[in-house]
């Protein structure tokens, strides 16, 4: 296959450079599109204000001053000749399950990919620490050889995640839900040596709910988790209220004739 990977914590981190490898000694042809350096949390932010510039120090590794978007659609307009097979944002550096998948760069790129019309996975290890990316690596090589392409629905990705675990000890994989976590201490506040004052956000250990189906069960039982994302926009729930609520207004609009979309 041809393969775009790409991520947002940078082109020399350990797990890219892990997938690449396991990827490549499978047969595929490889191609890495990644930040310059670590843009975790970035979301779907793009570069608008300053120039993005690119670098290369071997055939098929390119290095983009910009966000993990920013690298997907540099791949398209200028770094990559032809569609890639699938595009895979990762391995990411710890978890992307719940909420966090709002704020994630990692899955971002995916979803960017998805837009521009391309198959995308976003795939993550558990945990920050002694992580295992060979185990994650070679679960993503192997699903591809399993057709996992072929289950990448039209508009939509599969966040996959992985427990830190040696191969052996995971115990499969679950069909998952995105979960819900919070933090404590969300935002802290720190005094440095001059008595300055300054805050810094991250917060203290995520607290997840454990609610069956949900992508952080899933993991912590030692399975590998995929969930199906689609960036529908529109709340069916709240449209009918709204609607209603919009009928029952006493007022119209300025040509005095209410208007029909």
């Known amino acids: 296959m041809n393969i775009l990977l790409t991520n947002d914590d940078g082109i020399d981190a350990i797990g890219i450079n892990v997938l690449a490898e396991e990827l490549e000694r499978r047969g595929h042809r490889v191609t890495v599109v990644a930040p310059h350096h670590e843009r975790s949390a970035s979301s779907h932010s793009i570069t608008i204000r300053k120039p993005l510039y690119v670098k290369s120090s071997q055939p098929n590794r390119y290095a983009v001053t910009g966000t993990p978007v920013d690298c997907v659609f540099m791949a398209q307009q200028k770094l990559v000749e032809g569609n890639p097979d699938i595009v895979i944002s990762g391995i990411n550096s710890g978890q992307n399950m ?75 994989i679950r069909l998952t839900r995105p979960g819900h976590r919070h933090y404590r201490n969300f935002v802290r506040e720190v005094i440095d040596d001059e008595g300055e004052k300054s805050y810094l956000v991250g917060g203290d250990i995520q607290h997840w709910s454990r609610e069956e189906g949900t992508d952080f069960a899933c993991v912590h039982a030692g399975y590998v988790s995929i969930t199906p994302l689609y960036p529908d926009f529109m709340c069916d729930s709240a449209a009918k209220p709204v609607n209603r609520w919009i009928e029952g207004l006493d007022f119209i609009g300025g040509s005095g004739e209410s208007d029909e979309v």
């Open 98 to 172: 719940g909420e966090d998948i709002l704020y994630s760069g990692t899955v971002a790129a995916a979803l960017e990919a998805m837009f521009l019309g391309w198959k995308a996975l976003a795939v993550s290890i558990q945990d920050y620490r002694d992580q295992r990316f060979e185990t994650a690596a070679w679960y993503v090589a192997e699903l591809l050889d399993r057709g996992i392409a072929d289950q990448v629905g039209e508009s939509s990705i599969l966040n996959i995640n992985v427990p830190n675990l040696p191969r052996e000890e995971v115990r499969g």
